[in-house]
């Protein structure tokens, strides 16, 4: 099985912040991860496929870069919508996904 | 725009057979993609349980294999999930979602199914 750790499990940041997660998996995934971001009772959605293409309608503060088995998330100049709980997904070998980064208001 | 709808019970009891359809709308499930469920325990994160494609060619989480049955209709643009020998652990919200056999760009709202008796 691919693991996926996320660091770190909980972020603090001010609207305006620029701000970075990560994820690691625990062998190469070459580019196969996706992101997505979850709201509290909705489902996930997506935002950044093949590491680092934005997914339509996605805004472009939103980045992803990396490749192997380091892989971030970036959010620049951070908005009141964009606070939530964000998943990395691997899908070189079946699919799994990360523990999670809940994005909190300072 | 594709929509995903689960239905199926909220509550199930232990030993007994989880079953959930997922109403495809706006697309035909016959043009392509493959279909998975995904699930998640309440406060933890998501498990991807496995996918099928039209043709009713499936992949499952290895995990999860030996109780899942994952089934295509496509007269009726639907799919199933079956899940056998629930136990509580298997209490998750169950989300349906359009699978590129890679990422998966459109889910639907989710159903909490509860296991307990």
Request: with cysteine; proline share 4%; aromatic share 12%.
């Amino acid at each position: 099985d691919i693991q996926m750790t996320q660091s770190p499990s909980t972020l603090s940041a001010s609207v305006g912040d620029r701000v970075t997660i990560t994820c690691r998996a625990s062998q190469s995934i070459t580019n196969w991860l996706a992101w997505y971001q979850q709201k509290p009772g909705k489902a996930p959605k997506l935002l950044i496929y093949k590491a680092s293409s934005l997914e339509n309608g996605v805004p472009s503060r939103f980045s992803g870069s990396g490749s192997g088995t380091d892989f971030t998330l970036t959010i620049s100049n951070l908005q009141p919508d964009d606070f939530a709980t964000y998943y990395c997904q691997q899908y070189n070998t079946y699919s799994t996904f990360g523990q999670g980064t809940k994005l909190e208001i300072k | 725009q594709v929509q995903l709808q689960e239905s199926g019970p909220g509550l199930v009891k232990p030993s007994e057979t989880l079953s959930l359809t997922c109403n495809v709308s706006a697309y035909s499930i016959s043009r392509g993609y493959y279909w998975g469920w995904i699930r998640q325990p309440p406060g933890k994160g998501l498990e991807w349980i496995g996918s099928v494609y039209h043709s009713g060619t499936t992949y499952y989480n290895p995990s999860l294999k030996s109780r899942v049955t994952i089934s295509v209709d496509t007269s009726k643009n639907q799919f199933s999930l079956k899940l056998t020998s629930v136990t509580a652990a298997d209490t998750a919200v169950y989300y349906c979602a359009r699978d590129n056999l890679s990422w998966f760009d459109s889910w639907g709202q989710g159903n909490l199914v509860t296991v307990s008796s």
